[in-house]
């Protein structure tokens, strides 16, 4: 693991005391597995006490490590540092995009946040509770397409160019939550969803330019996701009944061929 | 520091995993209105989505195909047959796991709800993996006789955390994102509330509560190589045992058997679960040496120590032969795709692996916590070994000691009890509300003596880094208060503790600005890691048997007749003082055996 010698150039701002952004260079001597968190934690330790960034897992499940390397937005935790220095060993990390900066590398996810609560997260269960599980096929698992995987880490958010303009805009982070709870055979509120979804704030918003299918960190897609929506939203009323007519035989075994 | 304010709650709930969100949950769908979160990072961040393989509970979904032998093919259980597992069965495994030392009481309350909160989880919107005929997947793990770990891909502790955190912002509790508490105020056996620091300005609270509750999580961090979240610095622990209250088995640290090479990363226990292998240097399945019948699906001490062994004979791989592989080829792709594609995205990123072409380098990892704050199966806090409550304050959890885990906890285990308790705790902490407990007022000044700490951590003139303080402790409690222990190390480990205590009063802070000051934390976090490595050594010099997790080799061997007892430790001006209260053996039905598989 030889070393090697590596300049990292990060945006520093406190808003108590700076009157604007600007940049620090820190040199490191980092080794081969080094990752983008590492680096940081390098300089935290041995330069700079006072560089800001937020950080937990250390390995892409916690979400909090999102941050704007090379102007892209990724989670540095999963980042090798090698990956992402230029011909000259240099790197540049910003904080995410369109959010407002706390401090460094330390972005106000207020909006974010507001946006996840506003599509109501929470799975809203038929009435008839079954005193063991509902049925689920593993087909309808499949549908999800994943979406319950999504760790919320702001990637897409911020890289989203509607989020840029519009802070109205649900963004791609709560309507990948919404198709979750659209889609789950559980939810007992679709058409309710959907009228809200499809609303001015809404899917209808999303301009499909992709950004933040490039963004994920856990590569899903928000995208299609907000696609399907688009869709069931056009026929809800005839969704909702096939969801209810389903509901019907959420406590019974599925027959398996 | 500015001015401190004082804000009132019903109650108080520090940490906002899977055992404070149930807490406030049931607390708040049981009518208590006014109840505030904190957590230092954002609930979503919390460590209980790191969890993988599973969540155990006998719900007797699926069953080894009959006559298949012991490791044989899985099968749904067809309607109507014979059930295959019970909670008799969890209950026996879970107390052979804990090597005697979990309190059977609270083991049976733990196994007979288990399925009960499988199912709310699933009516709340988990997304579990699904067996053909739409019921909850299960499979293989660790220690557990039948295939009973519930499971959603290994994505289990992110899909629980998350699910439960919705259901709390439902009920409509009120969170502090990125708050931190920094002491717990408790006045003759009454708690009163706790200070806490925002962390956006810097600005220091008293938050006055009827009930405040810990679910702060372990202490993995004071290890080098550990799966544990920067966050897991058990300051709930620390900050429990600096406002006078015991902690018990603290000595109990759970090694997991694979943790990604150098970097300590879970490779969930799933992939061995699912069949995956352990081998050494010469491609040997040397479990079979250690564990003939459980080959790799031992518990997670005695396949930590075998790994340890085989590195320590010289048999490990790696450049450095600190490593063993994990094999997952013979699942083949499709498998390693549809149950551990976290696993394998993990091994690409962090070591260059793909699992299905090559096997993964792999070591023993600090993982998790088996002591903690004493409480019964209620979450309430207990004040001695005579089981005196302290009114007001509860925990659950990794940072709790209930203790259904013992010496050693088995996979899957954790979430269910951090869920369980969590939620036993939420309905306790409703009843006392409800039943008109009353604010205990504070007396002294509890926010002027944490502005004091926090000044003079600022005004420290010392030049040590913080950060090399805690490397150093990382370091000596991975050498010589880890996998294995004896005297002599143990002794290293002690004066070193000290040493690094006394250095840490010199210890210099580089950022003195109020806002958001993450360097701050990391200097209360580390002095956290210090108060309560000393609990961890001392207790672990002190006992003088192998048991579980704390292998001494000086003294090999369980000695029932002298230590089948809980540790207590109190803080007092000359270190840790340590007491015993016995274990609750039913010994009628589980007593201690022979712990061999």
Redesign the interface.
Known sequence: MAPFSATIRVQRF????DDKAYYDDFDLTPER?TTVLDALHMI???Q???L?????????????CAMNVNGHNILVC?TPLQDVLNKNGRVTIRPLPYLPV??DL?VD?SSF?EQY?RV????I?PED??????????E??TA?NNA??C??CGACYSACQVIGLTKGYIGPHALLKAF??VK?P??AASAERLADLAGSDGVYRCHTIFNCIDACPKDLNPTQAIETLRKLAQKRLAYERSRVQRQRSLQN????D | MTNTETITHDVVIVGAGLAGSWAAMVAAKQGVKDIGVLSK??P????S??AQGGIAAA?NNVRPVPDSGPRGPLEMVP?GADPVDSWELHMFDTIKGSDWLGDQNAIEIMVKEAPQI??EY????C??????????AQRRFGGHSAPRANY??D?TG??LL??IH??A??HGVKFYDEWYCLDLIIEEDICRGIVALEI?TGKLYTMRAKAVFFGTGGYGRAYKITSN???NTGDGVAIAYNAGVLLMDMEFVQFHPTGLY??G??MSEACRGEGGYLTNNSGLRFMENYAPDKMELAPRDLVSRSEQTEIDQGRGIGPDGQGIYLDLRHLGREKILARLP?VR??AI???GVDPIDNPIPIQPTAHYSMGGIPTDADGQVLADAAGTPIIGFYAAGECACVSVHGANRLGTNSLLEASLFGRRAGQAIAEFINSGAELAPVSGDPDRRNERRIKDIFDNPGTE?V??IAQELKSHMTDNCGIFRDETRLKVAQEKVAELQDRFKGA????K???????LLAAIETAHLLDFSEVIVAGALERKESRGAHARTDFPKRDDENWLKHTLAKKTDVGPSLSYKPVYVDWERYPPQERKY
């Open positions: 406190n808003p108590d005391t597995d935290k330790a041995e700079d006490g006072s800001t960034f937020r950080r937990s897992c250390r390995h892409a499940i916690c979400g909090s999963k706390i401090k330390v996810r946040w609560l109501k997260p929470w799975l269960p509770i079954p005193e063991k599980e509902f049925r689920v096929s593993p309808e698992v999800l319950e995987t760790i919320m979750l709870r789950d559980r939810d075994p599925i027959v398996v | 990072i954002h979503l961040r919390s460590h989505g790191a719900l309607v499988i199912y699933e009516h709340m919107g997304v579990f993996s699904r067996l053909p005929d739409g019921r909850i959603s891909k994505y992110h899909v998350h699910t919705e259901q912002r439902r956006l979240a920067y966050a150098r970097h990363i879970l976290q995205e993990l990123d962090f070591v880094s950060e090399v210099r802070v580089m950022d600005s109020h806002r958001f000051n993450t360097d």
